[in-house]
């Protein structure tokens, strides 16, 4: 059923009686055409346009908890595509743009909320790269704005914008375009998108190890038996190298916990999205009214999706000296992810040694904004076995050649 | 908070360390492929569960350490010297305190 303000009203008229879920609890099959591991937003992406782009819709999306439940329902929720390579500019500023059709497309209010984001300058030094980093988005198409203190208090009157502040705000950059979206409504739709299409997914099904024959893929061992299918891809985020393992290879991934924390709600006192490159924290306001906020990983490997309060200290540290009025806030709740930090901070999309398995990882603690062309992307090497054009500057195999994308380095974002 | 217990100085907050990432792991020779390099630099395994691990007690000794440690549950189950091979007991053997 199609989602509209004439299906609330036609519900209104009847009890709502006429609700029907989501997506279909599927009844798992013993064999498909794609199998994807991993049902968060890449994963559940990627099984929606195999369907819609490829016609491949004999697919099952296997989750080993509930859909979302990793990184995309544990991030901050921004969007944006302010990155320093054309190669990142393009994978980047093309999910942005899916973003802005997805409610759309997807027939699923996203909350897609473009109120831009302001990356703050507190010092002459951060005034430079800010120039270099806006002008290189410039010249790869995307708009990126220049900004000096008065305009960045415009924007933000909440911010310590005194003489003497802690972390002064001499200027920055904003990219308007970017912004936020409701992370668990980004899983959901496409979820419900890909289940119209005929894909299965299937929640508590854990995958425990591959079927090789002849050395290539045939299928998954899961808690739920075993699943057959001649094409698997793997999105699995901060367990792609446990997977990996299973199937005998490695990646260069480590996965660390990324904290993220929200305040009690309160009346809107901040309506765009701030980063601070000089601190790495990001702060926003959710519609419900929190002060949504994150900021460094816990420099140690971890899969325990909790974070140390020493880091909940210096994230919230750099919050207070940003906005100083929140210190009266209470801290409502707290939890982290898994992220895949690769060493360039680019992504691993396409093939992995083991023929027939595919992999999209290594977003580390910036995969959200990607989800749409993570699973744009992924769908097409499943699909087609090339890799698309977008894909083919983050492949695995840099890691041998050479040849890095390195956006760690090149725009200061910690991923 | 972890509480890392250091070499030298016993159990202290885990923000007066720095994490060095994998132990053990040794450089190719000079003249090994690209395959081999890549993989030196960048493929691990990263596990789930127990990790040997190197650390600094920066804001201490400055002395680097082993730590037998578990990636899911923070647990230090062992730590053994910089030189030491891992310990094939993997089971919690803290150092004592200094006096």
Not at chain 1, 341 to 366: A, K, M, R
Request: proline share 5%; charged share 15%.
């Amino acid at each position: 059923m199609r989602y509209s303000a004439w299906s609330l009203l036609r519900g209104a008229m009847s009890g709502h009686r006429h609700w029907v879920p989501a997506w279909a609890d599927a009844t798992r099959r013993s064999n498909y055409d794609v199998i994807i591991v991993g049902g968060g937003g890449h994963g559940l992406a990627a099984a929606y346009y195999l369907a819609k782009n490829h016609g491949v819709t004999n697919v099952a999306v296997l989750e080993r908890g509930w859909i979302g439940g990793g990184n995309t329902g544990r991030n901050t929720t921004i969007v944006r595509s302010n990155y320093l390579f054309p190669e990142s500019a393009r994978l980047y500023d093309f999910s942005l743009k899916l973003y802005e059709s997805l409610s759309q497309d997807l027939n699923f209010n996203i909350m897609l909320s473009q109120r831009a984001l302001v990356m703050l300058a507190h010092s002459r030094h951060d005034l430079d790269s800010m120039s270099r980093w806006a002008n290189a988005m410039r010249m790869n198409g995307i708009v990126a704005e220049l900004v000096t203190a008065a305009e960045v208090g415009a924007m933000a009157p909440a911010l310590d914008l005194s003489s003497n502040a802690r972390l002064p705000v001499l200027g920055g950059f904003v990219q308007r375009r970017a912004g936020t979206a409701r992370h668990d409504a980004v899983a959901w739709g496409y979820a419900r998108a890909a289940s119209a299409l005929g894909v299965h997914i299937i929640q508590n099904c854990e995958v425990r190890g591959f079927v090789l024959e002849s050395g290539k893929v045939a299928g998954v061992d899961t808690s739920q038996g075993v699943i057959r299918a001649g094409r698997v891809g793997i999105a699995a985020a901060g367990h792609s190298s446990v997977l990996a393992k299973l199937a005998g290879f490695r990646l260069p991934v480590t996965s660390y916990a990324l904290q993220a924390m929200v305040s009690e709600p309160i009346k809107p006192i901040l309506d765009t999205v701030v980063l601070s490159p000089g601190t790495g924290a990001y702060v926003s306001q959710s519609d419900k009214g929190e002060i949504v906020m994150g900021a460094m990983l816990d420099l140690f490997p971890s899969y325990a999706q909790r974070g140390s309060f020493a880091v909940k200290q210096a994230i919230i540290a750099a919050v207070l000296a940003l906005f100083p009025s929140f210190s009266r806030l209470q801290l409502l709740r707290q939890w982290a992810g898994i992220v895949d930090v690769v060493h360039d901070s680019s992504p691993i999309i396409g093939p992995t040694p083991v023929p027939g398995l595919y992999i999209n990882c290594g977003w580390g603690t910036g995969g959200f904004k990607a989800i749409p062309v993570g699973g744009w992307t992924l769908a097409h090497v499943l699909a087609t076995g090339k890799s698309h054009a977008l894909a083919e500057p983050f492949q695995l195999q840099r890691f041998i050649d050479g040849r890095l994308i390195d956006e760690a380095a090149a725009s200061g974002i910690a991923h | 908070m972890m509480r890392i217990p250091c070499i030298c100085c016993g159990p202290r907050d885990e923000n007066e360390f720095v994490c060095g990432g994998t132990s053990h792991i040794e450089r190719p020779a000079l003249e090994a492929g690209d395959e081999t390099w890549g993989g030196y630099l960048f493929f691990r395994d990263n596990p789930k569960g127990v990790h040997l691990e190197r650390w600094r007690h920066v804001q201490g000794c400055g002395r680097w350490f082993n730590l037998v440690r578990n990636t899911v549950t923070h647990e230090v189950l062992s730590v053994y010297a910089m030189t030491e091979a891992p310990p094939r007991e993997r089971s919690a053997s803290m150092p004592e305190p200094p006096p």
